[in-house]
């Protein structure tokens, strides 16, 4: 099982960036699993940004991003996005996404499956 999140890069703040993770995994059904983006800056600890269902019924943010990002999936693709606009410096961090079964959304105990991280730049 892997998941590849992509489409991180430098941008200026007021701009926008679509994060993109694939799955990959013969065995993997990706579109049982809820998927959340979470993001770690330099310093911090990792914190939840966005997550959505399973079936993309349901989406889950922080009030930081609200009204910013947006997370959908297209389950032919295996692919979930993070369409990040309005980017502000705070945003700047590494962006993981990852994949959960059951538990707490916010928590990423709940979540079993990580990709690599793409860096989002945010510069003022």
């Known amino acids: 099982v892997q998941l590849q999140a992509s489409g991180g890069g430098l941008v200026q703040a007021g701009g926008s960036l679509r994060l993109s993770c694939a799955a990959s995994?013969?065995?993997?059904?990706?579109?049982?699993?809820?998927v959340g983006w979470f993001r770690q800056a330099p310093g911090k600890e990792r914190e939840f940004v966005a997550t959505?269902?399973?079936?993309?019924?349901?989406?889950y943010g922080t009030d930081v991003v609200k009204g910013r990002f947006t997370i959908s999936r297209d389950g032919a693709k295996n692919t979930v996005y993070l369409q990040m606009n309005s980017l502000k410096p705070e945003d700047t961090a590494v962006y993981y996404c990852?994949?959960?079964?059951?538990?707490?959304?916010?928590?990423?105990?709940?979540?079993?499956?990580w990709g690599q991280g793409t860096l989002v730049t945010v510069s003022s």
């Open positions: 995994g013969r065995t993997f059904t990706f579109n049982a699993y809820a």
């Open positions: 990852a994949a959960s079964r059951s538990g707490n959304v916010y928590d990423t105990e709940s979540y079993a499956y």
């Open positions: 959505i269902t399973y079936s993309g019924a349901r989406t």
